[in-house]
């Protein structure tokens, strides 16, 4: 059998990479595009929740993704991100947590659950050593 190379640390940047990379995209579109702040800010006044909460996409889907990238308080952005993401599929997509798409038959919720798990994960592992601040 072939060994496999083992290193955690890498494993961890690549998934804080990975997770911050894809999640900063939908922060920066929102920076771009602010008229999706009034459908999301909509959605928590009809949850019964204050509109200004609203504010906290720029902290789990800009600033979040940059902590993670740069390796900085690391667990402490993929606790944004997880709560983020909880509140989007909280207001969004309750009704498909037990959907599969129709044309491909995966989860509907795939991506959702890849950038909330893989920050539940990473809010357990840490940043490992290839970090400005190592946790």
Known sequence: MIALPHND????????????G????????????????DM?????????LPAFIVYGVYLGEVLAPLML??????RYGAILIVINMLFAVGLFHMGDIFSLSERS????LELQGFY????????????????????
């Open 9 to 20: 640390h890498i494993g961890k940047l690549v998934l804080r990479l990975s997770l911050g």
């Open 22 to 37: 894809f999640m900063l995209f939908h922060g920066v579109a929102k920076l771009m595009h602010s008229e999706s702040l």
């Open 40 to 48: 999301i800010g909509g959605q928590l006044e009809a949850s019964g």
């Open 69 to 74: 990238i740069a390796g900085y308080y690391c």
């Open 105 to 108: 038959g995966s989860w509907r």
């Open 116 to 135: 909330l798990f893989g920050a539940l994960a990473l809010m357990f592992f840490g940043s490992g050593k290839y970090a400005l601040r190592p946790d």
